[in-house]
């Protein structure tokens, strides 16, 4: 119900803006974020926006990058700027879409199926 899309190849110091739209049977989308998967390591979270428009960034993230939503197309941005060679990896999207049904009101985390950012320096 989420897919990603905007990665691709990039020199250092260059730009790349992901979007992660969520589809679907959706009642609401709540919080939306973006997380790095760089390989052999675990995935992190890179930044976080809630319902209401707060953010959070990771320290790495914070000043180079800005997530912003459109919640009337259940989209989430990420403009990623000043990108440097260690933003490379696999950035996957992820959701809690709140679904509803006569007298069931469902909540699940979902994840996009990841779009690779590579930065060569």
């Known amino acids: 119900q989420l897919q990603a899309s905007g990665g691709g190849l990039v020199q250092a110091g260059g730009s790349l803006r992901l979007s992660c739209a969520a589809s679907?049977?959706?009642?609401?989308?709540?919080?939306m974020g973006w997380y790095r998967q760089a390989p052999g390591k675990q995935r992190d979270m890179v930044a976080y926006?809630?319902?209401?428009?707060?953010?959070n960034y990771s320290d790495s993230a914070k000043g180079r990058f800005t997530i912003s939503r459109d919640s009337a197309k259940n989209t989430v941005y990420l403009q990623m700027n000043s990108l440097k060679a260690e933003d490379t990896g696999v950035y996957y999207c992820?959701?809690?879409?709140?679904?509803?049904?006569?007298?069931?009101?469902?909540?699940?985390?979902?994840w996009g199926q990841g779009t690779q950012v590579t930065v060569s320096s």
């Open positions: 992820n959701g809690e879409i709140v679904t509803r049904k006569p007298g069931v009101t469902s909540t699940r985390q979902h």
């Open positions: 679907g049977n959706i009642f609401r989308v709540n919080g």
């Open positions: 926006i809630s319902s209401r428009g707060n953010t």
